[in-house]
């Protein structure tokens, strides 16, 4: 193939954040920008006019996967953890959208960062986004045309997995939702973009993925049918797992949701590693197969809070490994935690 790559993903030291609530403000941005030990970070999920929050419906829980009993630290909406996190308390469950911020707030967010160097190189910043093809297009023209004005490098996610939207199931699982997404991003991006992809449990969901991006990086012409590099840059695997219940005894016997609403919601943290593991190595196996792929990086995400799931990531293929859960519950040391124990 000729033609070359999209521009490629650059993170180290490659430990990050995932986009997730505790990645919301600027003062939660710029905490994890100063950290030495991420050499990227990713903001929380925006669209381009903000997500309708409510702080009484879109909350997030902490509990004990072993015991399945949920944290004696209450449920929070904000990016503040609540008190009283135990040590057991190792996996969340959610139903929260997106951020509240609009796209438009986030690049503020980033110009406002100082123009810090890790280890001789600016960090790199992924700019998380979803909403409609065209939406995503828009979001794409924005990031892409700020980061010619700025001295942070950029890339962009493209979220389209998350599973706390009733109104629609996530596009990545679906290859012609994928292949709209993909239309809509240009042929040659000026920043590496990639996917966040939900926890997939069966190949077939794996090969919906794998057809669209090999379906779109096949060029046909009158005269001829080329193959092309992937515009995608790299993939975020994983998100959180839908459709998870935590519930809690009331003191006449009855149980209740712990989230509002249903209950429903996305779990993360500990008990999603194994599966996060499974679907890092099996995409990363995937695209090894497939010559217009085989440019494509993939970010390890699910459970990971220290050196070792940190080493378990790698070892399945993932280039960089970013944390959610473990972010919350311990804050930005759990990367500095993270780069000591890689170094003993």
Same mark, same amino acid.
């Given at each position: 193939?000729?033609? !070359?790559?999209?521009? #490629?993903?650059?993170? $180290?030291?490659?430990?990050?954040?995932?986009?997730?609530?505790?990645?919301?403000?600027?003062?939660?941005?710029? /905490?994890?920008?100063?950290?030495?030990?991420?050499?990227?970070?990713?903001? /929380?999920?925006?669209?381009?006019?903000?997500?309708?929050?409510?702080? #009484?419906?879109?909350?997030?829980? %902490? %509990?004990?996967? $072993?015991? &399945?009993?949920?944290?004696?630290?209450?449920?929070a909406s904000t990016q503040r953890s609540p008190p009283g996190i135990g040590a057991g308390d190792v996996a969340s469950l959610n139903n929260l959208g997106y951020s509240p911020h609009p796209l438009g707030t986030y690049l503020d967010f980033v110009g406002r960062l100082?123009?810090?160097?890790?280890?001789?190189?600016?960090?790199?910043? +992924?700019?998380?986004?979803?909403? $409609?093809?065209?939406?995503?297009?828009?979001?794409?023209? *924005?990031?892409? $045309?700020?980061?010619?004005?700025?001295?942070? =490098? *950029? &890339?962009?996610?493209?979220?389209?997995?998350? =599973?706390?939207?009733?109104?629609?199931?996530?596009? @990545?699982?679906?290859?012609a939702q994928l292949l709209a997404y993909l239309a809509a991003l240009p042929r040659n991006p000026e920043i590496p973009v990639g996917?966040?992809? !939900?926890?997939?449990?069966?190949?077939?969901?794996?090969?919906?993925?794998?057809?669209?991006?090999?379906?779109?990086?096949?060029?046909?012409?009158?005269?001829?049918?080329?193959?092309?590099?992937? /515009?995608?840059? %790299? +993939?975020? @695997?994983?998100?959180?797992?839908?459709?998870? *219940?935590?519930?809690?005894?009331?003191?006449?016997?009855?149980?209740? =949701?712990r989230l509002p609403g249903s209950g429903l919601g996305g779990m993360a943290g500990a008990p999603l590693h194994p599966l996060a593991l499974g679907n890092v190595k099996t995409i990363t196996d995937l695209l090894s197969r497939e010559p217009e792929l085989l440019h494509i990086k993939v970010i390890g995400v699910g459970g990971v809070s220290d050196a070792d799931g940190f080493r378990r990531m790698k070892s399945v293929g993932a280039y960089a490994v970013g944390v959610g859960t473990a972010l919350g519950r311990e804050g930005v040391e759990v990367f500095e935690k993270i780069a000591s124990q890689l170094h003993k």
């Open positions: 193939m000729d033609t !070359p790559p999209p521009p #490629a993903l650059e993170i $180290s030291p490659p430990l990050l954040n995932s986009a997730n609530p505790w990645c919301t403000t600027f003062e939660d941005l710029d /905490r994890l920008h100063a950290s030495p030990h991420t050499g990227a970070i990713t903001t /929380r999920t925006s669209m381009l006019g903000g997500f309708a929050h409510d702080d #009484a419906s879109n909350q997030y829980a %902490f %509990f004990n996967p $072993s015991t &399945a009993e949920p944290s004696r630290a209450p449920n100082p123009d810090r160097e890790v280890e001789g190189h600016r960090k790199l910043v +992924i700019v998380s986004v979803t909403g $409609s093809p065209a939406e995503v297009a828009e979001c794409y023209r *924005l990031i892409a $045309s700020f980061s010619r004005t700025t001295p942070h =490098p *950029l &890339a962009m996610e493209v979220n389209l997995s998350c =599973p706390n939207i009733a109104a629609a199931s996530p596009p @990545a699982s679906d290859r996917l966040k992809t !939900p926890p997939y449990t069966h190949i077939a969901h794996f090969a919906e993925l794998i057809g669209a991006l090999r379906q779109d990086a096949t060029v046909v012409s009158p005269t001829s049918m080329l193959e092309v590099p992937s /515009r995608i840059s %790299f +993939i975020t @695997a994983v998100n959180t797992l839908g459709s998870c *219940l935590l519930l809690e005894g009331a003191r006449d016997g009855e149980w209740s =949701p």
